[in-house]
């Protein structure tokens, strides 16, 4: 079983940036695949950015390319989300994501990920 705990939400000025971070149990962190989703009031979960197992692949949504940085580091059990040049639409709840062992690869699809923490908010002003 793979537990995940996000951190590092909060409220930030429209330009302003955030370092979202989320701490994977267990000994099984470094076979998982990770990504990161977010859900805003009343708007379906999408996808925000992936990384591999390895660390060495990534993918990002069109909306966030260029502003967000998705990295791991695996003797820490962790996966961050830098968030640079953030704009009020990136207002929602952030969720952290994990793939099944046999899952290497980065993916954008949510049924893919089978472990999700419990969400951080993230709020930007205009």
């Known amino acids: 079983q793979v537990q995940l705990v996000e951190s590092g939400g909060g409220l930030v000025q429209a330009g302003g940036s955030l370092r979202l971070s989320c701490v994977a149990s267990?000994?099984?962190?470094?076979?998982?695949?990770m990504g990161w989703f977010r859900q805003a009031p009343g708007k379906e979960r999408e996808f925000v950015a992936a990384?591999?197992?390895?660390?060495?692949?990534?993918l990002y949504a069109d909306s966030v390319k260029g502003r967000f940085t998705i990295s791991r580091d695996n003797a820490k059990n962790t996966v961050y989300l830098q968030m640079n040049s953030l704009k009020p639409e990136d207002t929602a709840v952030y969720y952290c994501?994990?793939?099944?062992?046999?899952?290497?690869?980065?993916?954008?699809?949510?049924?893919?990920?089978?472990?999700w923490g419990q969400g951080t908010q993230v709020t930007v002003s205009s």
């Open positions: 267990g000994r099984t962190f470094s076979s998982n695949a």
């Open positions: 990384i591999s197992r390895s660390g060495r692949s990534t």
């Open positions: 994501a994990a793939r099944g062992v046999y899952s290497a690869t980065s993916s954008a699809r949510s049924s893919e990920y089978n472990y």
